[in-house]
């Protein structure tokens, strides 16, 4: 079982950044996918989610109105499209895989937002 993030880097204030998680041993399409986060010095939160087959999706009070998740099952891939980035959203971004008692997660992705 492996989910590994990409996307992540150093961007300016107001950019854009889309974040990747791709997922393999496992069925990933039959799983609730969520973005975490992450900061120095603060516990890890809630970002987004994403039901299994694509049509539900919720965010964090945060983000809303500036990430979007959304999924390609096909490729068994997670995306987290981010716009209009802050510096508090400096952060190492998590994939989570979630069904029943199964919690998968990855090794994280930087994303600094900074001038």
């Known amino acids: 079982v492996q989910l590994v993030e990409s996307g992540g880097g150093l961007v300016q204030p107001g950019g854009s950044l889309r974040l990747s998680c791709a997922a393999s041993g496992f069925t990933a399409s039959t799983y609730y996918m969520k973005w975490y986060r992450q900061a120095p010095g603060k516990e890890r939160e809630w970002v987004a989610t994403?039901?299994?087959?694509?049509?539900?999706?919720n965010c964090a009070d945060s983000v809303r109105g500036r990430f979007t998740i959304s999924r390609d099952n096909a490729k068994n891939t997670v995306y987290l499209q981010m716009n209009s980035l802050k510096p508090e959203d400096t952060a190492v971004y998590y994939c989570?895989?979630?069904?029943?008692?199964?919690?998968?997660w990855g090794q994280g992705t930087q994303v600094t937002v900074s001038s």
């Open positions: 994403i039901s299994s087959a694509g049509g539900g999706t």
């Open positions: 989570n895989a979630k069904r029943y008692s199964y919690d998968y």
